[in-house]
């Protein structure tokens, strides 16, 4: 199956998620791994790229072909002495990645299976579903659609929405016409002032923190975000709550006032293209799109002028600019610079740690009502993937406004962090 170049420059490494499930009797009165064993056969039916397997391309590049031969999913079963309640509030720290299937990525690629599972119990009788899928497979809201029809086969439920899995029509056909595109999106991060080389900041410790955002908290970030702000639409809670971890950070890391900082996250384009991408696209629809500004600017000048500095940087994915990305893109002599992990799951490529920051939003996404049979899952959220500056907004599950921001920084910058985190709302 064709491999788009949007798809080439994902990791090949699995993007761990979990699922946490409390004890009930509809838990207890089934056997959990075999409902997930028959569904997800189902699931494959339709989702059938998901059990195939990677292999280097021959045209080199870094570039990976995918091979629909039916390989399979593996299915691990675990049990632990731990009760759900040992995790607290499930900040992805260390002990979170017992709950996510081990993958040997020495072996070679063709042996690697696209999708992990892992069901573990735990000693309260709740149980958690670890997953993980290749990045280069699919994004976030295909890789959520492919969990949802999987859910329905779980509980014998319709209608089951199919997914469109012809990945050329994100590329034009129009060879004549050209598109113009601005690569300085993909250029290099900026380092640290003084600093040559990254691997002395990759060293460094780092730590986790999962920090719950109110409602008022982030209508007030909303509200001081505005202030200022002339014409136009208001900015979005995205955009207000990006800018504040972004300012935090700096001001956490103690940047001088000239040193260049990037927020880079992205964007997604399926509504963006013309005509758009056909509804149940399955694959990756993501455009990488960066902010910057010096830290003293960043720092001096109110947070609406750093949520303004991401809306125009949102402002940039149009149907020109996306295929213009698609196009250079495909004409690379080599890709995997652009992969933040190699095949191992390590920090490699361009450091997108300090003085930057990389945030990836599921604010947008349907995280939430991932029923197997056995009830709604108490928490989803991300597994133990982070690297510094690596952040997740994700949305509460009470589904009341509020969010919960997981970040990666440097052990000595995190205490800062908090406290600016706070104390600046």
Known sequence: ???????????IAHTPTIYLYNHSPALEATDAVTVLKDSLSKALALFYPLAGRLRWSEAGGSRVELHCNGQGVPIFEAETDAAIADFEDFTPTKAIQALIPSVDYTAPLEQIPL?????TRFRCGGVCLGLGISHVIADGPSALHFVTEWTKFARGVGPITAPFLDRKVVETDDELRRFEFDPAVLRRPPQLIGVEDSLEQRRKPIAVAFLPLSKVQIEKLRG???????????????????AHIWRCTSEARGHSAEQQTSLHFVADFRNKLNPPLPKNYFGNALIRVEATDKSGSLLAEPIGAASRKIREAVEKVTDEGVRGYLEYL????????????DNNG??????????NLAIISWAGLPLHGTD?????EIHVGPGPMGFDGKTFIIPDREGDGAFNVAIWLQ?????AFKKCFYNNI
Do not use: T
């Open 346 to 355: 390590r920090p490699k490529g361009d450091f997108y740690g300090n003085p």
């Open 372 to 376: 197997f049979g056995w009830g709604n």
């Open 224 to 242: 001081k975000a505005n202030l200022d702000r002339v014409g136009g639409r208001g900015y979005s809670r995205f955009e207000s709550v990006a």
């Open 115 to 119: 999708v992990i599972v892992q069901l």
């Open 1 to 11: 199956m064709y491999i788009n170049s949007c798809d080439q420059i994902k990791d």
């Open 330 to 341: 495909k004409k690379l002599d080599d890709v995997g610079r652009f992969r933040s992990l």
């Open 411 to 415: 052990e000595d910058h995190m205490p």
